[in-house]
C-alpha cells in the first residue's frame, strides 16, 4: 500500500504559501510505515522542533488501475475518510532552501491519520463535501470540496499516468488554509460533513 498525497490543491492554502497555482496536481508519497496505528498518539518526533498539521479528504483506491481516463475514476473508489498529514515545517524549509528531497519531512513514522472510511454513496455530491479540523475544541482549519482546484477524479486520472494505482492505496487530495503547528498535550479531532471521523492526542 503506498500513499500518495496531493499539494497545493486549495487555492487559500496556495496563498498561505505566499505559492502560485500549479498547472497540474502535484504529488508526492509516503510509505506504508507512516500510518498512525489507530488510536495511538502522535509523538512529535526528536528530529523536528516545529510539526504542522494538514487534514485532507481522503480516497481509498478499490481496484488496480493504470492510464485511468478521468470518464471512469469514479469506478476505482468507493469510500471517502478523512486525515492529517502531518510535516516536519522546518525540515522541509531547509530541505527546500538546499535543493533536496524532502521526504524526512513529510513520510517519517507516524506522519499519516487515517479516519473512519464512509460509502462514497451517503454523500449527495462528492464536490459538496464540508470538513473541518478541531484543536483543543477550536476549529483550525475547514474546507469544502468544491474548492478544490483538482478534483478527486481528475487526480486519480493524473497519478495514473505516471504510477499504478493498486488496491488499497490512499489519496490525500490537499489541505485548505490553516495549517498550523502541534504541541505536546494538543487534542486533534477532524470532522467530515459535522460527523466526527478521528480524534488523537499529541504526545
Excluded at 531547509?94 to 513514522?109: I, Q
Excluded at 475544541?137 to 504510477?163: E, R, W
Aim: proline share 4%; hydrophobic share 35%; charged share 25%.
Amino acid at each position: 500500500m503506498k500513499i500518495i498525497c496531493i499539494g497545493q490543491n486549495y487555492s487559500e492554502h496556495i496563498k498561505e504559501l505566499n505559492s502560485e497555482t500549479p498547472k497540474e496536481p502535484l504529488f508526492f508519497l509516503k510509505p506504508d510505515s507512516a500510518v498512525l496505528l489507530n488510536k495511538h498518539p502522535f509523538v512529535i518526533p526528536e528530529f523536528t522542533n516545529e510539526v504542522h498539521y494538514e487534514v485532507e479528504i481522503l480516497v481509498r483506491i478499490n481496484r488496480l488501475g493504470k492510464y485511468i481516463a478521468p470518464k471512469f475514476a469514479h469506478k476505482y473508489y468507493n469510500e471517502i475518510g478523512l486525515g492529517i498529514d502531518f510535516t516536519a515545517r522546518d525540515l522541509q524549509r531547509e530541505c527546500k532552501a538546499k535543493g533536496h528531497p524532502w521526504e524526512k519531512a513529510k513520510a517519517f513514522d507516524g506522519s499519516a491519520v487515517i479516519g473512519e472510511w464512509i460509502n462514497k454513496e451517503n454523500f449527495k455530491d462528492l464536490r459538496d463535501i464540508d470538513f473541518h479540523l478541531k484543536k483543543n475544541d477550536k476549529i483550525v482549519q475547514s474546507g469544502n470540496t468544491a474548492d478544490m482546484v483538482y478534483d478527486i477524479d481528475t487526480l486519480i486520472a493524473y497519478v495514473s499516468q505516471y504510477m499504478t494505482l493498486k488496491i488499497g492505496d490512499i489519496l490525500f487530495t490537499g489541505t485548505p488554509a490553516g495549517v498550523g503547528p502541534v504541541a505536546i498535550d494538543d487534542k486533534l479531532t477532524g470532522y467530515l460533513n459535522s460527523k466526527e471521523s478521528f480524534t488523537l492526542n499529541i504526545k
